[in-house]
């Protein structure tokens, strides 16, 4: 049963992740990192915002080869799913609104999006693909953790830019509220799982 309440929590978790990335797009002040990648490759190509995700999860795990990291369930999962529910999100949510519900829009995003990390990270699958390239090279060259995610989101920040992403003051809240957003949600949906015979139970980590 507990496995079955982990999947469901996934489950909810990735389609939550989708939804809020949808509110924070037609917000329109400004997106996360590797959605300004997104939505500048869609730019060009004009593939849809939701198989574009899927296919730069798809080019990040290729990147988890050199590294050793190795996917879970969940990793695959989110690969998978993310996109979709931001296009369902997307073409649910009106385009061009007044200012002030699209910092609403922004708001609900970002909350949703908090909530939903700790939702699928808390069921124990594995991290989706860009939270464990991030994870894997901190493992392997041993730099700190903020200072490989820093390197990963300007990266791909710029490179969105240039494409013609959507940079702007919801960029910047993005970056500097989603940690201590997480840092609270992580834990708070984190499901305990018993230790192997013999052992102690333990407690989850953020």
């Not at 400004?30 to 490759?41: C, F, K, R, S």
């Amino acid at each position: 049963m507990l496995v079955t309440r982990r999947l469901i929590q996934l489950f909810i978790g990735l389609f939550l992740y989708g939804i809020g990335i949808a509110l924070i797009v037609r917000a329109g002040i400004g997106v996360a990192p590797w959605d300004v990648l997104t939505q500048g490759i869609d730019n060009h190509t004009h593939l849809g915002f939701g198989l574009i995700t899927i296919l730069l999860s798809g080019v990040v795990l290729l990147l988890w080869i050199p590294i050793r990291q190795k996917p879970g369930a969940g990793t695959l999962l989110n690969a998978v799913l993310v996109g979709p529910a931001a296009d369902v999100g997307l073409w649910l949510l009106p385009a061009n609104l007044d200012l002030w519900a699209r910092i609403l829009l922004f708001a609900a995003g970002l909350l949703l999006i908090a909530v939903a990390t700790g939702l699928y990270i808390g069921a124990h699958f594995g991290p989706g693909p860009r939270d464990g390239l991030m994870t894997g090279l901190h493992k392997r060259a041993g730099w700190k953790i903020w200072i490989v995610r820093t390197g990963i989101e300007v990266i791909v920040l710029g490179i969105g830019w240039a494409l013609g992403g959507n940079v702007g003051i919801g960029t910047a809240l993005f970056a500097v509220l989603i940690g201590p957003l997480c840092q609270r949600t992580i834990p708070l949906f984190a499901i305990r799982r018993p230790a192997p015979a013999g052992q102690p139970i333990l407690e989850p980590t953020p």
